[in-house]
């Protein structure tokens, strides 16, 4: 049990649609990143938020977007869905303290895009 | 051009058995840090063991021991005594922090690790 709970745990949407997924992270952490992970792949980075400001992204374009709230609970939205954005959203929340922070991960969102 | 690469698909490994998944890595930065993950058939993803590029002695974890060999861009993990609830997928990943502060963390396709009774 990591602390980390994401919402919801399954998700159906159709192309075009737009969605909001979201991550509260454990009690203590100030950081809050978010990864793509399709089936039988590694997780993809999408971007990261250390105190509500957003601090790395990813190789994912804009439509894919997020916010870190005052309490450290997260949001990521997708607009504009695409076939493609089928995938395991998993979300990790640390604690800042340079290169060897640990990433406490929930147990993710599985959105279909139909 | 991918930063982490894991060459192992799949491997089957008796019980108790020591095993290695292997790791290599690509990165111009001097100072970054490599760790590996696992992630049991539930999806959740567990923290194994970390190493920095700085540490001059090879990090350990209990049965988790990771063999870094910084000249190679390798950073293998040895897990010992092998068990069955070490049947998982294992993530090697990299955190890289640039000249601008961008904080990135960059996860290799993983290894399948199943254990035979």
């Known amino acids: 049990e990591t602390g980390v709970t994401q919402s919801p745990t399954h998700l159906i949407k159709t192309r075009g649609q737009q969605v909001t997924l979201r991550c509260s992270s454990q009690?203590?952490?100030?950081?809050v990143s978010w990864y793509q992970q399709a089936l039988g792949q590694g997780p993809q980075f999408i971007f990261q938020?250390?105190?509500?400001?957003?601090?790395g992204r990813g190789n994912f374009p804009p439509r894919f977007s997020g916010l870190q709230f005052p309490n450290y609970s997260s949001e990521l939205n997708v607009n504009a869905l695409e076939l493609d954005d089928s995938a395991l959203y998993l979300c990790?929340?640390?604690?800042?303290?340079?290169?060897?922070?640990?990433?406490?991960f929930g147990s993710g969102t599985q959105l279909s895009v139909l | 051009a991918q930063k982490i690469t894991q060459t192992q698909p799949g491997m089957f490994v008796q019980e108790k058995e020591a095993v290695t998944l292997d790791c290599t890595y690509d990165?111009?930065?001097?100072?970054?840090?490599l760790f590996w993950y696992k992630q049991p058939s539930s999806g959740e993803m567990i923290f194994l063991i970390y190493?920095?590029?700085?540490?001059?002695q090879n990090a350990t974890e209990g049965r988790y021991s990771l063999n870094f060999q910084k000249a190679r861009k390798s950073a293998n993990l040895v897990i010992s005594a092998s068990q069955l609830g070490d049947s998982a997928m294992y993530f090697c990943?990299?955190?890289?922090?640039?000249?601008?502060?961008?904080?990135?963390?960059?996860f290799g396709k993983g290894t399948r690790l199943h254990i035979l009774p």
């Open positions: 938020y250390y105190r509500e400001e957003e601090n």
């Open positions: 009690s203590g952490h100030n950081t």
């Open positions: 990165t111009s930065d001097q100072s970054y840090g």
């Open positions: 190493q920095g590029s700085y540490d001059e």
């Open positions: 990943a990299m955190r890289e922090v640039t000249m601008n502060r961008d904080d990135k963390i960059i």
């Open positions: 990790a929340s640390s604690l800042k303290e340079g290169l060897g922070e640990k990433l406490f």
